[in-house]
């Protein structure tokens, strides 16, 4: 029987350490440069890390292109989720949002342009930042997290204009409804909300898991990811992933996929997802028809 | 015609003999002239030259007379014979002539040969007289050469220079005024001089001779006195032995040990120092105990001296030796042909055999275990091993996972990273390996010990890999370098392994045992407990289906030691593979979780279960507790309960299924799910008891 090689290398203290690192590291958020040359990951140790796409991607590439080109502690905690302006790299993880410039990021010792936290009800425990939306035609950024509140706040000034609640459980995930300026939430307590940035009110509530089609009690109630095309959503989680008409509020079509879902977006139109604990990428068309799966 | 004549003769000749005849007539000579006739005086009287003519003339008339008388013959007649008695008659007279001419002519000729017999005489006498002249002064000659050639003694002195001589010679030998002018004088006078130095340096001797005499016999005495003095010494530091002792100054041991180890092989050498200087500053430091009590490092030498001394013997003995081992050999080899095999097997053992002598150092730790240490040297291999032992004050009753732990095997494994001690860190060696076939050194390390690589530092030997050596010698400050940093390691090896040793029999029994102060890193109630903890084997562990990262990732070397730990709570069963490595605890142990409750939950399909697994793996720092750390697996294990009993608890009620939760929340916790991954809280915040998120 052939053993697994054992790395020549003697592994002293450090090495183990940064071993087991690696083996229970996760990857929480990523997000691409202005440029599009580089891409930014944030893991659970609260790390940020710079890889160079062109150079990863270039004919030329060796083992160490797809090092990181720099890695800094960015948070305390997990870094939960990233943006990216046009200028500004954002990363959000435990109670604080950060600002890093993309030019200056890889220098070594980069430090954060600013970091903002919202007002925060509990003091007990500093809840996390799980999702950061970019508005760009109010110019601001909408957190929203482990505080069941979304925070809205103006990028230029760094102000917190808005606090919206409803939830009654911790938000997951944010999406964008670019025609009306709305803001769609889904969160642990199962339910999908849409709020009016103009009104700052909640319009539309889907609670998703009480809908028959899609609910699946033994994963939970919980929505880990949304996405929405205006006039469609698709969310996924403990419940089926399911594409929901927006405006009769109704299922349209349940994707057949057994583990909660972690990660959707739509491509014109197709419907692309992830699961967090399998290794494919699922491509489906919007009648729920699985064209085809990209695999690791 | 002699008698004739003679006859014819008148008697004036008075002749009676020859002899006496001639004798008379030197005396008749002086007598009488005119009586005596004396033939030889008349010959000086007669001229020879009117003798030969008349001789001629005589000769003309006889053949004139002859001739006549023929005629005279021939013509015959009557008066004829007067004529021929007349002719007859003057040829008488004329025979008488020549008989008278031929006396005279004799007589001359006898004359003139007496005088030359004389003058040839005296002529023969001067020359002898002047050979032996010449003779004489040819031997006078080779005398004077002889004597000019003398060289006198006294030229082959060296005598001081002439202006030395004049200085230092004393007036009455110098006499300057003398031997100035007189060469002669001078020499003699220098040869004086000469004499008398020479008899005063003779004075000077003999009276040095007698001082030496003297001074040896002191000499004599004096070490006789000392070879008297040497006994009683002895006895001396046989007396002091036991004061020695009290006072913890063994000099005499020490000095033993000084003795035996100048028959140590270098490497041995540079390590004995270097560990005696070690352990001496040890003991220097710790000021508060009595001086040179606290013996933490023991270095002694073992083995036969005359064994190592014999590895050098010189080249006749060894000869001689050789000669008898070869008849010895002679007569195995005719009792029995040894085999290819055993030869070989021989070869073998003479590469691998060991020096004589070894240096045993004992390392004493705090709770009174000892590690016994004992360094080998390879002497054709040029490399050190060591075997080690531990012993504990009291008796350990070894727990059955415990059994590698301590086993004399593996107790040094991999001190320094890598380290495993199975290959000979001498690359040369490989080369007289494949002569003898030996594959490699891992088949005989049971026997010969380890050679691990701080055991060649500590010895002085550096094996470069990027250029190997021809010939490595052993480097004192090599040694010195990592002196301290292995002792510590080995001290600190030792005590965890008791330690491990210890809490391994607690944990054969179900008790996780907890120190105090470690028990605020866990709440007071943890209801899973530890139902089962063995030993597994290294296969094993590859084999598990929930260990494949830490194989990949390469932290599942053949030198860990593989547990298995199983947690229950209920029907929730928790099985825990754990790596632990031969550095533990600077190097973690690491687990891998595996939960069978309501379906196999591992990390490749629970992000919760991974979790937990980072919370012992990744979290340890926090769980290592007061230094030196020992407890460090005890509270992963501990801490692995109170996970269990967290993520039990905190499982999101299906609200499908029927019937209360298994297990009740008891924990406190301020919210059960954050973040994307929807992470249950594991981490427990002490004074206050509740569970939170990282």
Known sequence: ?296 | MSSESSKKRKPKVIRSDGAPAEGKRNRSDTEQEGKYYSEEAEVDLRDPGRDYELYKYTCQELQRLMAEIQDLKSRGGKDVAVEIEDRRIQSCVHFMTLKKLNRLAHIRLKKGRDQTHEAKQKVDAYHLQLQNLLYEVMHLQKEITKCLEFKSKHEEIDLVSLEEFYKEAPPDISKAEVTMGDPHQQTLARLDWELEQRKRLAEKYRECLSNKEKILKEIEVKKEYLSSLQPRLNSIMQASLPVQEYLFMPFDQAHKQYETARHLPPPLYVLFVQATAYGQACAHMKSSQPPRQDKTLSVAIEGSVDEAKALFKPPEDSQDDESDSDAEEEQTTKRRRPTLGVQLDDKRKEMLKRHPLSVMLDLKCKDDSVLHLTFYYLMNLNIMTVKAKVTTATELITPISAGDLLSPDSVLSCLYPGDHGKKTPNPANQYQFDKVGILTLRDYVLDLGHPYLWVQKLGGLHFPKEQPQHTVIADHSLSASHMETTMKLLKTRVQSRLALHKQFASLEHGIVPVTSDCQCLFPAKVVSRLVKWVTIAHEDYLELHFTKDIVEAGLAEDTNLYYMALVERGTAKLQAAVVLNPGYSSIPPIFQLCLNWKGEKTNSNDDNIRAMESEVNVCYKELCGPRPSHQLLTNQLQRLCVLLDVYLETDSHDDSVEGPKEFPQEKMCLRLFRGPSRMKPFKYNHPQGFFSHR
């Open chain 1, 1 to 296: 029987m052939e053993r697994a090689v054992s790395y020549a290398v003697p592994l002293g203290q450090m090495e183990v350490f940064q071993a087991l690192q690696r083996l229970h590291m996760t990857i929480f958020s990523q997000s691409v440069s202005p440029c599009g040359k580089f891409l930014a990951a944030g893991n659970n140790y609260g790390q940020i890390a710079i890889f160079s796409l062109s150079a990863a991607l270039s004919s030329e590439a060796k083992e160490e292109s797809k090092k990181p080109v720099v890695t800094f502690q960015a948070h305390d905690g997990p870094v939960y989720s990233m943006v990216s302006t046009d200028r500004h790299l954002l990363s959000a993880g435990d109670g604080e949002v950060k600002a890093w410039l993309w030019a200056e990021i890889l220098k070594k010792g980069c430090k954060e342009l600013w970091r903002r936290q919202p007002p925060y009800r509990t003091s007990l425990e500093v809840p996390e930042i799980n999702a950061l939306l970019l508005v760009p035609k109010e110019n601001s950024l909408i957190l929203a997290g482990g505080d069941c509140q979304l925070h809205t706040m103006d990028l230029e000034t760094g102000a917190f204009t808005r606090a919206l609640r409803g939830h009654t459980d911790y938000i997951h995930c944010l999406a964008l409804r670019e025609r009306s300026p709305e803001v769609l939430s889904g969160g642990e307590d199962g339910a999908v909300r849409l709020w009016d940035l103009r009104t700052a009110k909640e319009v539309q509530t889907i609670e998703v898991y009480k809908h028959e089609e899609c609910s699946r009690p033994h994963n939970g109630r919980w929505i880990g990811c949304l996405a929405t095309d205006s006039d469609w959503m698709v969310c996924g989680g403990g419940p089926a992933l399911t594409l929901w008409h927006l405006r009769s509020s109704t299922p349209t079509t349940i994707f057949p996929m057994r583990a909660p879902q972690k990660h959707v977006t739509f491509y014109q139109d197709l419907v692309l997802t992830a699961a967090g604990n399998s290794c494919r990428v699922d491509v489906f068309t919007n009648l729920g028809y699985r064209a085809f799966s990209l695999s690791f």
